[in-house]
């Protein structure tokens, strides 16, 4: 089937941002989170848990409060003091409006939808009306001593809950004065803390106030008289997060220990009427603080500063159990943060604040199937290319020939020309970039390098001419009238005539480079693509979904290829589609048009057109190398060759015929540089 | 979870009840209403939840009231009879019942029946049965007689059976007692003899019955405490024929068998059966409920001021007389929830709440649902019934046993059980082998010469008895010293505690050789010693003691000359084994028993030095043998282990050291013991050392598979 050299690369080292925020829409069922680096993602929990937008962080922009508001609209706010709200077809930020009222802590939007508070580091608590295009300042409520760090509206909308140091503040919304003062209890076992903050209030439509505090509590307070109904000692640490489900039926609390536990509110006895709270599960899915937890209709959602985005379905809300039902544990992004350039054997890493290039290492020897041979050079770190400014790097690309680096920012777009002498490198910033280039969401270059591809965040496409050091602006594709929607994955055909574009929901554009036109248009299909690439001599265009279906279109007969259509009509094997991560990358081998290479997170695969599709019976995978040759007569028996070798897979590409390179991020080296977590006690330790 | 709630008096001072009690407590037509008929001229008609009195009703001076009062619920009026044929029928509106409609019968009406649905029944004293309206349409009408003379009638129920009223009624003649099953539909009238069974001599003080689709259960509470139920079928088979109906038992004891306070049992519901009376003789008469399915006793309510012995369940009330009032308890039983038993103890158990102190069997079904099994059951049972109406009915074989163990000869005794336990192994087996341990043991404390050693140790064999079940068998085993007994009972019971396996090692280290010569021990613990030290040589035995390791020159060495002075006692004593093998079998049941250092060493203690010595040279040379194999194990089918060796040890030396360590025949034990250690201790500093290097040859291994950072491999995919 194929032997190949792997370049195993392990030194990209690259450490996600903890997790700080997660807001919940029910409307559309999209998660949007927030890393402590400003970055907010947006998934798509019906499309296969697909990360399907994001927005680049600001290292003066750390998110304290995320929410959903007037349907789908999007705010944060953080510790500068700004309301942010995004554009979630443009992807950028729409405006930021400063609050003038310190560091905000904490913001909740109305049950009506079309109010937003915020809660401040002066004590204030700030109404804010949501307008069509914007918000605008309403009134302050009363004044408060200390800090608001958690806020919630009663369903009616008639008062609010805002927890502060030491001690809960019920607001009535019409006068917008304290109703109540609830003061917590500083005791900690036994023992007086300095302070208790609650890090969390959520207010029920039948007047109860639950918050969860620094000493380990979760309490119950009936907002009508302002007294403690019940309390649930749950941790040695704070309990940092709490959200309740809609239904009011059941809410979910975390830890600082990375327990998230589940409380529901169940009968007393079997038929009667009085329920009480229980507190039914303890989650342990993580190993740092859980900053943050949502209660989605059918799961619970937790994310903290070990980075994993966890999504627990909760048992008895699946309808179906089948693979949906699993956990799922999102660690890595959706998108590729390296690129490679196949001549020179270059990798190019990119991490929030910088670029990395590395050139791969090189060998003589020759091995059977698992041996690594010894190198006869190693791998070199040839740059690190810091950025410019607090923005963080949206998107990055080397070009194949090795002697172009570009890379964007959310407000300027940067074009590197690299010299080789020997081992010297020569760097040389292209300077006086066009104005119309200031952002990009993805950049691409051409097989033969001369071109460069720049998805603008207006929605328009730029193709750029280079030459020698200097560059000329071809054209501009500008998106069909109406539409906004910025296209995020790109791809070439080696020939460099075609070119492929795909937005967040809308079909795939082809463009005809040469003509400067719109080609055609890919039907659109429900799942967002996740990869695409173009083959070479057919120009094929593979597309993968994220409800992990992979289609073949023929660009210059304009539809799908009769191997698409058969894969369609058989289906693909259940095990391929039960896989959790997206297909990131696409590659094609050029001396074997019948081969698609593509990976995910936890394999990567050659599909060999040629042979016969698997069914459900056949074995997709074998992790067991073949004992003799009838053995791999069997095995041979079916299009998908599968290795799970290389995981977690960031990155996979062919450099050559007969070499790879795959590059991996041990889950164990993240562990090692987050910050301790807090230690407990084991027995005999 | 059945519960009882707070009691609450209906009525102290209204009442003349006296000392027989009320007649009765009625249901009116109106929920939560009831007739309340004291034993003298009044009837009253209380609202419970009102805790007050609606109505009150009394007769003439010098007339009394025979039958309490119901209701007619076709109509809302109230009968009531006094004078035993005079018939009053009347109202609310009524205010004198002297002035209210009368009929006069012309024989002694022994009660009136009444249910939802249907019209009353009059059931005269001498079994006739006449419904209302027919009787006041003809009230001199002749009453013809059903039962026979100096028959009484006890008790009687009315039931709706798919719409058919049913009547049964139990009577009495010298001491037997009779059920009559009245079919309305039909007219038939059936009569069963109710049969007692083994225990004849016992009086029934109260009857209940609850009815699903085929049979009547009757329950009886009898003086000797128990509660027996017997199936009545609705649908008699044969009603022609008389036929008779074994009672089995439901409930032992649950009230103490010779009280003089009445006592009485009602069923709440399928599973549930209110039980009045005392507990044990001594104490307060009780309310309990207990669950028959589970034979558990859900809760209690003592009722301390004593009770007439009467209990009325309407509703979800229960009614009493406590002391001179009537009280009311409400019954509750709420379906239990996993979440209320989790999240909070909301309804937290009764702190009386126990569980029956006899055998109970979780095998045996209970007969009390309605599914096609149980009623397939029923039927065989009646069968059953049927065949033992016509043989002679047959005490079951276990009540025999019981019976013969009070009384009978060891020998016959012998017989009876091997007889039972040849049955092949019946759902109550359990039970009965308990019962029959107890009752042995029982009678080897009344009757000293009483011993009946092979019906213990048969016993024994079963594998259902343990400790805990009896402790008595292991004290009177060791007054009498039976080493196989107590051998046996180490073997099969897991839960002997630390005090009496000392006393039991005690007994085996004393008792003398040759009355262990007579014993017919279990000796599959015991390997042959004789023919395995033959081919073994002595240098080869300290070679592998030591496990390859050659201990330095040290001070032992010293010691080692002195014992080698004496090569032939040397070789003679790790070679043979000190104890004869018949105490070495019960020496390792000992060693095979469970136990707890903390609990152990203090009894270890008591036992005499020269015993310690013995059983110290027996440990150490089974030790030796352990020590012979590479595989550290002893021959034999069930040898003790090294591990239990080795605890035995440390233990006895723990215990007694002061002891042993002065002693000039242990010296040379002692000696050898430290060497043993010694050695050990070497071999595992060695053993220490090699460790290191094997971690780092891991280390290495592990460092291969963790290529580092980078490298090129090898892939091929097939």
Not at chain 1, 55 to 83: D, K, M, V, Y
Not at chain 1, 317 to 332: G, S
Not at chain 1, 341 to 349: A, G, I, Q, V, W
Not at chain 2, 426 to 454: M, Q, W
Request: hydrophobic share 40%; glycine share 4%; aromatic share 8%.
């Amino acid at each position: 089937m194929g032997e190949f050299k792997v370049h195993r690369v392990r030194f990209f080292n690259y450490v996600p941002s903890a997790i700080r925020c997660v807001a919940y829409n029910n409307q559309s069922n999209r998660l949007a989170v927030s890393r402590t680096d400003g970055t907010v993602e947006i998934y798509n929990l019906s499309a296969n848990y697909f990360q399907e937008k994001f927005f680049p962080g600001h290292e003066s922009r750390a998110t304290e409060a995320l929410c959903w508001a007037e349907g789908q609209r999007l705010f944060s706010a953080g510790l500068n003091g700004e309301i942010i709200e995004y554009d979630l077809q443009a992807l950028n930020i729409k405006y930021a409006m400063d609050a003038f009222g310190g560091p905000i802590w904490s913001m909740a939007a109305s049950p009506s939808d079309s109010q937003l508070l915020v809660g401040c580091e002066d004590g204030s608590v700030k109404l804010f009306q949501i307008t069509p295009d914007k918000i605008q300042f309403e009134r302050n409520f009363d004044r408060q001593k200390s800090r608001i760090l958690s806020l919630s509206w009663h369903p009616s909308g008639t008062h609010i809950a805002a927890g502060s140091i030491d001690y809960i503040s019920v607001f009535d919304v019409k006068s917008g004065s304290a109703v109540h003062k609830m003061i917590v209890d500083r005791q900690y076992m036994g023992v007086s803390k300095r302070k208790c903050i609650v890090w969390g209030v959520a207010f029920l439509s039948d007047g109860t106030v639950i918050s969860v505090d620094s000493a380990g509590k979760v309490q119950f307070w009936d907002s009508a008289t302002g007294t403690l109904v019940k309390s649930h000692l749950i941790a040695n640490a704070d309990v940092q997060s709490i959200a309740v489900a809609n239904q009011e039926d059941s809410f979910v609390v975390g830890t600082a220990e990375g327990t998230v536990f589940h409380f529901q509110l169940v009968p007393v006895t079997s038929n009667s009427s009085e329920k009480q709270w229980v507190r039914t599960k303890p989650f342990q899915h993580h190993t740092h603080d859980v900053r943050t937890v949502a209660h989605s209709p059918t799961s619970l959602i937790s994310g903290g500063t070990d980075t994993h985005l966890v999504i627990r379905p909760l048992m008895e809300k699946v309808e179906v159990k089948n693979y949906d039902a699993a956990l799922r544990k999102i660690t890595f992004p959706h998108r590729r943060l390296i690129s490679c350039s196949r001549k020179r054997h270059l990798l190019l890493f990119q991490f929030a604040h910088h670029l990395e290039l590395w050139r791969l290492g090189s060998t003589v020897a020759t091995g059977k199937n698992g041996d690594t041979l010894p190198l006869s050079k190693n791998a070199d770190h040839l740059l690190y290319l810091k950025t410019k400014g607090p923005e963080n790097i949206i998107c990055s690309c080397i070009s194949p020939c090795g002697s172009w680096i570009a890379y964007s920012t959310a407000s300027r777009f940067f074009l590197y020309r690299l010299n080789y002498e020997h081992d010297n490198i020569n760097l040389k910033r292209v300077s006086k970039m066009p104005a119309f280039l200031r952002s990009a969401l993805q950049i691409l270059f051409s097989e033969d390098s001369t071109k460069l591809f720049v998805a603008s965040n207006q929605g328009a496409l730029h193709i750029v001419q280079l030459s020698g050091g200097s560059f000329k602006h071809l054209h501009a594709f500008q998106p069909q009238s109406g539409t906004v929607e910025a296209m995020c994955l790109l791809a070439v055909s080696p020939d460099g005539n075609w070119l492929a574009a795909s937005g967040t929901s809308a079909g795939v554009h082809v463009y005809n480079v040469k003509q400067l036109k719109l080609h055609c248009t890919v039907p659109a299909y429900n799942f967002p693509v996740t990869a695409m690439a173009i083959a070479p001599n057919t120009n094929n265009l593979v597309i993968a979904h994220s409800d992990q279906q992979v289609f073949e279109y023929s660009i210059p007969d304009k539809h799908y290829t009769d191997w698409s259509r058969t894969v369609q009509k058989h289906g693909f094997h259940h095990l391929w589609l039960q896989r959790d991560t997206p297909i990131t990358h696409i590659s094609f081998h050029p001396k074997r048009p019948m081969h698609i290479l593509l990976h995910d997170a936890y394999m990567f695969c050659i599909i060999d057109k040629s042979l016969p599709l698997p069914n459900d019976k056949t074995l997709l995978y074998n992790p067991f190398p073949p004992t003799n040759e009838s053995d791999v007569q069997r095995r041979t028996a079916h299009a998908f060759k599968i290795s799970k070798i290389y995981k977690p897979l960031l990155f996979m590409d062919l450099l050559d015929e007969r070499t790879l390179v795959a590059v991996e991020r041990p889950l164990d080296d993240i562990i090692a540089q987050l910050p301790p977590p807090i230690k407990k006690k084991k027995f005999g330790t | 979870m059945a519960s009882l709630e707070e009691e609450f008096t209906l009525s102290s001072a209204v009442l003349s009840a006296g000392s027989e009690g009320l007649l009765g407590v009625e249901q009116s037509s109106k929920t939560d209403q009831f007739l309340v008929t004291d034993n003298g001229r009044t009837v009253i008609l209380y609202k419970v939840s009102d805790q007050k009195p609606l109505g009150s009703w009394s007769v003439k001076q010098g007339q009394i009231i025979t039958c309490p009062a119901v209701c007619n619920f076709q109509t809302g009026e109230y009968i009531v009879v006094h004078d035993n044929k005079v018939l009053r029928i009347w109202n609310n509106e009524d205010v004198n019942l002297d002035k209210v409609f009368k009929a006069t019968l012309s024989a002694e009406v022994y009660r009136i029946l009444s249910v939802q649905g249907t019209e009353p029944l009059v059931l005269f004293k001498e079994g006739a049965v006449r419904g209302l309206e027919a009787l006041l349409a003809e009230p001199q009408q002749k009453i013809e007689t059903v039962i026979s003379d100096e028959e009484v009638i006890k008790w009687t129920k009315f039931f709706i059976v798919f719409r058919h009223p049913v009547l049964i009624f139990i009577t009495e003649k010298h001491g037997n007692y009779f059920a009559y099953v009245q079919m309305f539909n039909s007219r038939v009238l059936s009569k069963y003899t109710l049969l007692f069974g083994q225990d004849e001599n016992s009086v029934i003080e109260s009857f209940t019955a609850s009815v699903d689709r085929k049979f009547i259960s009757l329950m009886s509470l009898s003086t000797d405490g128990c509660i027996y139920e017997t199936l009545i079928p609705i649908r008699p088979t044969d009603p022609e024929k008389n036929q008779s109906l074994v009672r089995s038992l439901l409930f032992k004891a649950v009230v103490s068998g010779n009280t003089r306070h009445g006592v009485a049992v009602t069923v709440l519901d399928q599973d549930h059966i209110a039980v009045l009376g005392s507990p044990l003789a001594a104490s307060k008469e009780c309310l309990s409920v207990w669950n028959i399915k589970f034979q558990t006793l859900q809760t209690s309510k003592e009722l301390p001021q004593g009770t007439s012995g009467q209990l009325w369940y309407y509703g979800e009330n229960l009614f009493m007389l406590h002391g001179r009032s009537l009280t009311v308890i409400p019954y509750k039983c709420e379906v239990s929830s996993l979440a209320s038993a989790l999240g909070k103890l909301k309804h937290s158990q009764d702190p009386g709440t126990h569980v029956v102190p006899h055998f109970v069997n979780w095998e045996t079904p209970q007969e009390c649902g309605l599914g096609a099994q149980n009623s397939e059951q029923s039927r065989r049972i009646l069968r059953r019934r049927k065949i033992e109406v016509s043989l002679q009915p047959e005490v079951p074989p276990s009540k025999q046993l019981l019976s013969t163990i009070m009384k009978d000869s060891e020998k016959h005794i012998e017989v009876e059980l091997r007889k039972f336990l040849a049955i092949k192994q019946t759902p109550d087996f359990h039970t009965v082998i308990g019962d029959t341990v107890t009752g042995l043991l029982e009678r080897c404390k009344a009757e000293p010469s009483f011993y009946p050693r092979n019906c213990l140790m048969q016993l024994t064999q079963t594998h259902v008895l343990s400790y805990s079940l009896c402790p008595d068998l292991m004290e009177i085993a060791l007054q009498k010293k039976d080493v196989q007994l107590l051998q046996l009972c180490l073997q099969h019971f897991p839960d002997i505690p630390e005090l009496v396996t000392c006393a039991c090692l005690k007994i085996f280290l004393s008792i003398a050789d040759d009355s262990l010569q007579e014993t017919d021990v279990n000796m599959e613990s015991v390997f042959d010693c004789s023919n395995s030290v033959h081919d073994e040589k002595m240098e080869e035995q300290t070679e592998i003691l030591q496990n390859g390791f050659n201990p330095v020159e040290d001070e032992c060495n010293k010691c080692d000359q002195e014992l080698n002075e004496e090569p032939q006692a040397k070789t003679k004593e790790t070679t043979s084994c000190p104890v004869i093998p018949k105490r070495a079998a019960l020496l390792n049941a000992i060693l095979h028993s469970a136990y707890s250092e903390t609990f152990l060493l203090p009894h270890l203690k008591d036992i005499p030095a020269q015993h310690i010595t013995l059983f110290l040279k027996y440990l150490y040379f089974l030790y030796l043998k352990c020590s012979e194999n590479a595989t550290l194990t002893l021959p034999g089918i069930h040898p003790p282990t090294l591990n239990q060796i080795m605890d035995w040890i440390c233990l006895l030396l723990d215990a007694n050291f002061t002891v042993v360590v002065m002693m000039p025949e242990a010296k040379r034990l002692l000696i050898n013991l430290y060497k043993l250690v010694k050695s050990q201790i070497s071999v595992y500093s060695e053993l220490n050392k090699i460790e290191v290097s094997f971690r780092e040859l891991q280390k290495l291994n592990q460092e291969k598979n963790n290529r580092g950072l980078y490298s090129i491999e090898v892939l091929e995919l097939f």
